[in-house]
T-cell receptor, first 112, second 114 residues
Framework: GNSVTQMEGPVTLSEEAFLTINCTYT??????LFWYVQYPGEGLQLLLK?????DKGSNKGFEATYRKETTSFHLEKGSVQVSDSAVYFC???????????FGTGTRLQVFP | GAVVSQHPSWVICKSGTSVKIECRSL??????MFWYRQFPKQSLMLMAT?????????EQGVEKDKFLINHASLTLSTLTVTSAHPEDSSFYIC??????????FGPGTRLLVL
């Protein structure tokens, strides 16, 4: 079945460091891919998405490219801030399907 | 816009009692709402999908008589955990969607059954 695997955390970085959170997926067909972020005490928020191969989603300095050949959707940011500290979830949805399938989440901690 | 609230944010109950969790879309009408469950260090697992005015569709392995879902209006869905047991302790998260748009998530409800 479809699944999402993302790196375990926590990821601990100093402010202005480069961030990569790895995400790979297994799916039949052509899923859409998402990154959600959950700040402390809040609900999940859509950070970015990509709906087809080679698409790049971007938002708030974060980027992820849909790589069909490696079945990956790694999240990157060139310079993290303390305010980026949160839990990040990678997810996929089958084409036309309602369901979102999530990874386990990766906690990011950024220190000044 | 697109705010989803859940109430309560946390609840402790005795084994054998029932607990109701509310999910509200505050500034939009949600044609579809979703209920997820999250165990520590694990993914969010979809439990059921509910459309306003119709019966919920449960995922495989989720007991519909155990987890009663009611989507009585376009802004409110409720999840009732009936005859709760310690193994039902978990973090329950709802999301709401208007048409085919993005899902908007609530902040979650932590349930502890003693």
């Amino acid at each position: 079945g479809n699944s999402v695997t993302q790196m375990e955390g926590p990821v601990t970085l100093s402010e202005e460091a480069f961030l990569t959170i790895n995400c790979t997926y297994t799916a039949t067909g052509y899923p859409s891919l998402f990154w959600y972020v959950q700040y402390p005490g809040e609900g999940l928020q859509l950070l970015l998405k990509a709906t087809k191969a080679d698409d790049k989603g971007s938002n708030k300095g974060f980027e992820a490219t849909y790589r069909k050949e490696t079945t990956s959707f790694h999240l990157e940011k060139g310079s993290v801030q303390v305010s980026d500290s949160a839990v990040y979830f990678c997810a996929l949805s089958d084409q036309g399907a309602d369901k979102l399938i999530f990874g386990t989440g990766t906690r990011l901690q950024v220190f000044p | 816009g697109a705010v989803v609230s859940q109430h309560p944010s946390w609840v402790i109950c005795k084994s054998g009692t029932s607990v109701k969790i509310e999910c509200r879309s505050l500034d939009f009408q949600a044609t579809t709402m979703f209920w997820y469950r999250q165990f520590p260090k694990q993914s969010l697992m979809l439990m059921a999908t509910s459309n306003e005015g119709s019966k919920a569709t449960y995922e495989q392995g989720v007991e519909k008589d155990k987890f009663l879902i009611n989507h009585a209006s376009l802004t409110l869905s409720t999840l009732t955990v009936t005859s709760a047991h310690p193994e039902d302790s978990s973090f329950y998260i709802c999301s709401a969607r208007r048409g085919s748009e993005t899902q908007y998530f609530g902040p979650g409800t932590r349930l502890l059954v003693l």
